[in-house]
């Protein structure tokens, strides 16, 4: 059994050493189709610039959102020079959901009072851009770092016909309805790890991170990460299986004399279907 495990780790080594990138795969452009089986945590309020931002309500415990779903997600990568890279990407989560409500809620200039059957929506998604440039090249491991711009873009509203006041306590008629939207680029700067396993396999991570003060309105942090593994069971095409995540937590957002909070996380396993050439 000794000798066995000795001639593994040997075999295992000997792999690892001959191992470079990008082996016998083109790596000129390389694009991955897939996304993740996602948990969910939403968290928002929204209220004035005068009257400031009410209490935060969860999204998923108060309206029913779906907490798991499969959400969709595209990545390209063209590697321009030895040590350049463009990078894009996209990810989007839409969902919707309905509860009868058991305590007042204040949105807007509204409120949702105990009883009032609520129908929820949250749309959410990410292009993204950047430029990469490889500050480590080694034959088996490339370590780089990126400047970027995600084009943040966050909706959130609440409909219901009935049991609604106005911030007066005046009942409202008909349909009522009260969103807050958030559309900006968000620059984005990030660290990532490439480092080939053997021939065929290599582990993929990267870190993006933004925190921003006051700009364009906004007040808060964006970051992605995600670790994968992926195997090139062909020249052209392979899989890629790992965790992702996406988080926001914007602490207030300001457009016209709306002022919104938004804590939003995106998390879970993925897979990718990868195409080189």
Do not use: C
Request: proline content about 3%.
């Amino acid at each position: 059994m000794r000798r066995l495990s000795f001639a593994a780790v040997l075999v295992l080594a000997a792999g690892l050493a001959r191992a470079e990138m990008p082996g016998d795969v083109p790596d000129k452009v390389r694009l991955s189709f897939g996304g993740m089986f996602a948990d969910a945590y939403t968290d928002a309020g929204l209220g004035s610039t005068t009257a400031g931002i009410g209490a935060s309500i969860n999204f998923e415990d108060t309206f029913g959102l779906d907490e798991n779903k499969s959400v969709f997600r595209f990545e390209a990568n063209w590697h321009v020079t030895k040590r350049q890279f463009l990078d894009f990407g996209y990810l989007r989560l839409n969902r919707s959901g309905s509860r009868i409500i058991s305590q007042d809620v204040e949105w807007g200039d509204f409120i949702y009072e105990a009883g009032a059957n609520v129908r929820a929506g949250f749309q959410s998604q990410f292009p993204y851009a950047a430029w990469r440039w490889a500050f480590l090249d080694l034959p088996q491991v490339r370590i780089s770092g990126s400047a970027g711009i995600d084009y943040l873009t966050i909706k959130a509203d609440l409909t219901a016909n009935g049991n609604v006041t106005d911030q007066n306590g005046t009942p409202v008629t008909g349909e009522v309805k009260a969103d807050v939207s958030v559309s900006a680029p968000v620059p984005q700067f990030g660290l990532q790890l490439d480092w080939a396993l053997t021939k065929r396999m290599a582990m993929l991570l990267y870190v993006r991170q933004i925190y921003i003060s006051d700009i364009a309105g906004i007040d808060g942090g964006i970051g992605e990460s995600s670790v994968r593994f992926r195997w090139w069971y062909a020249k052209h095409a392979g899989v890629s299986a790992g965790l992702d995540k996406e988080s926001i937590d914007l602490k207030s957002y300001e457009s016209g004399n709306k002022k919104a909070r938004f804590r939003y996380e995106v998390r879970g396993f993925s897979l990718y279907f990868d195409f080189a050439f």
